[in-house]
Nanobody, 123 residues
């Protein structure tokens, strides 16, 4: 059974930092790319970043480029999202998800999802 468990969310002031973790079980990073999505109240799910450890592909949405960094620790089967210079518009529930497909940030093409972790950035 595949499980993705996010942690690390919380409340932070604008300009601050958080590091989210996504611990995966039941899959290997050689076979799956891992992405972070977010969903703010009243908005659709937005693809933030993904990492494919099998070939090193990394993607960032323009809205987070230069502020967020995704990384993976294959030995721990964990993907991290380091979020710096946080803005109030980054407030959302952040989800990690896994896909066996290549080069996609389309939510419907992700096979497994975590339960989400809340990130709140105050102004």
């Amino acid at each position: 059974e595949v499980q993705l468990v996010e942690s690390g969310g919380g409340l932070v002031q604008a300009g601050g930092s958080l590091r989210l973790s996504c611990a995966a079980s039941g899959l290997t990073f050689d076979d799956y790319a891992i992405a972070w999505f977010r969903q703010a109240p009243g908005k659709g799910r937005e693809g933030v970043s993904y990492i494919d450890s099998s070939d090193g592909d990394i993607y960032y949405a323009d809205s987070v480029k230069g502020r967020f960094t995704i990384s993976s620790d294959n030995a721990k089967n964990t993907v991290y999202l380091q979020m710096n210079s946080l803005k109030p518009e980054d407030t959302a529930i952040y989800y990690c998800a896994a896909t066996s497909r290549k080069l996609t940030i389309v939510a419907g093409e992700y096979d497994y999802w975590g339960q989400g972790t809340q990130v709140t950035v105050s102004s």
